[in-house]
């Protein structure tokens, strides 16, 4: 079983940035993909950000040039920078993980953007 826990979320003013982290308990170099969602009330849970194996890597359009998906294999931690943030950003950040057809999320961290 893995588990992931998120953690970097806070408030922040508009044109600020953030770090999430994602730390997990299994080794992530093992891991086919990862990556950050976000989910707002009322609004379908989507994806931010998704990094493989191979770390090749794709963003949704509303956050390129303005966030970056990493992985650090030797701490076993996901991270996602977001710089340049917009109130649209507010939202639950969920953290995920893909092991062959499993799929691991987070309990997510909250990020506020204030404008």
């Known amino acids: 079983q893995v588990q992931l826990v998120e953690s970097g979320g806070g408030l922040v003013q508009a044109g600020g940035s953030l770090r999430l982290s994602c730390a997990a308990s299994?080794?992530?170099?093992?891991?086919?993909?990862m990556g950050w969602y976000r989910e707002v009330p009322g609004k379908q849970r989507e994806l931010v950000a998704a990094?493989?194996?191979?770390?090749?890597?794709n963003y949704t359009d509303s956050v390129k040039g303005r966030f970056t998906i990493s992985r650090d294999n030797a701490k076993n931690t996901l991270y996602l920078q977001m710089n340049s943030l917009k109130p649209e950003d507010t939202a639950v950040y969920y953290c995920?993980?893909?092991?062959?057809?499993?799929?691991?999320w987070g309990l997510g961290t909250q990020v506020t953007v204030s404008s």
């Open positions: 990094i493989t194996l191979g770390v090749s890597t």
């Open positions: 299994g080794s992530i170099s093992s891991f086919n993909a």
């Open positions: 995920n993980a893909q092991i062959r057809r499993t799929y691991y």
